[in-house]
């Protein structure tokens, strides 16, 4: 069966530095691959998607990018962290082809 | 601009009786729909979709309704149960093949015994 690991599950990191989350998916092959953040309050917005290795749409301007080095793996990255890029931030997956995306557990980022 | 939207932030159902979750939509270009449930600090889990060519989609105790010229979806529950009680998306794609999923802002449901 299909899983998705989502770590850290919790980070507090001060304004300016860098961060790196990753997200690894088992048990498929070529997946799509989606980053969203869940903003307090607010519903999930689409940050980036991968339909393949190396390629990586961006849907919002924003101080983060995205990149997937390998066909299951898909990292998250800030150079500088801003106050505003606090959230709860999920990795998803899907079938290409197929609209039903699967979640990981989320990381709750706190910038402060 | 909000494409998907839900209305009702929260909304309390007693255990037993009927719980529906409204999601309206402006972009007549979506031609699937899902809803999803979230527990706090995990991610979303899927529940159940619908294709544009429906106007309702059954999975136990949950079904959805599709209103297409009016652009507003509906998710029943019933019987409501306690372990229902969490935030559930609506969600919707311009494809079924889409990559990309619009979300709504989210209702959360609370089951009282």
């Known amino acids: 069966s299909q899983t998705i690991h989502q770590w850290p599950a919790t980070l507090v990191q001060p304004v300016g530095s860098p961060l790196s989350l990753e997200c690894t998916v088992e048990?498929?092959?070529?997946?799509?691959l989606y980053w969203y953040r869940q903003a307090a309050g607010r519903g999930l917005q689409l940050l980036f998607y991968?339909?393949?290795?190396?390629?990586i749409s961006s849907e919002v301007p924003q101080n983060l990018s995205a990149s997937r080095p390998q066909d299951r793996q898909f990292i998250l990255s800030s150079k500088k962290l801003l106050l505003s890029d606090s959230g709860f931030y999920l990795c998803?997956?899907?079938?290409?082809?197929?609209?039903?995306?699967?979640f990981g557990q989320g990381t709750r980022l706190t910038v402060v | 601009d909000q494409q998907v939207k839900q209305n009702s932030p929260s909304l309390s159902v007693q255990e037993g009786r009927i719980s529906i979750l409204n999601c309206d939509y402006t972009?007549?270009?979506?031609?699937?729909f899902l809803w999803y449930k979230k527990y706090p600090a995990e991610g979303p889990t899927f529940l159940i979709s619908?294709?544009?060519?429906?106007d309702k989609n059954e999975d136990g105790r949950f079904t959805v309704f599709l209103n297409k010229s009016a652009k507003h979806l509906s998710l029943h529950i019933v019987p409501s149960q306690p372990g229902d009680s969490a935030v559930y998306f609506c969600?919707?794609?311009?494809?079924?093949?889409?990559?990309?999923?619009?979300f709504g802002q989210g209702t959360r449901l609370t089951i009282n015994p």
């Open positions: 998803a997956w899907s079938v290409q082809g197929a609209p039903v995306a699967f």
């Open positions: 048990g498929t092959s070529n997946p799509n």
């Open positions: 991968s339909i393949g290795i190396g390629q």
């Open positions: 972009n007549s270009m979506f031609d699937y």
């Open positions: 619908i294709s544009s060519i429906k």
């Open positions: 969600a919707a794609s311009a494809d079924a093949g889409a990559q990309k999923l619009v």
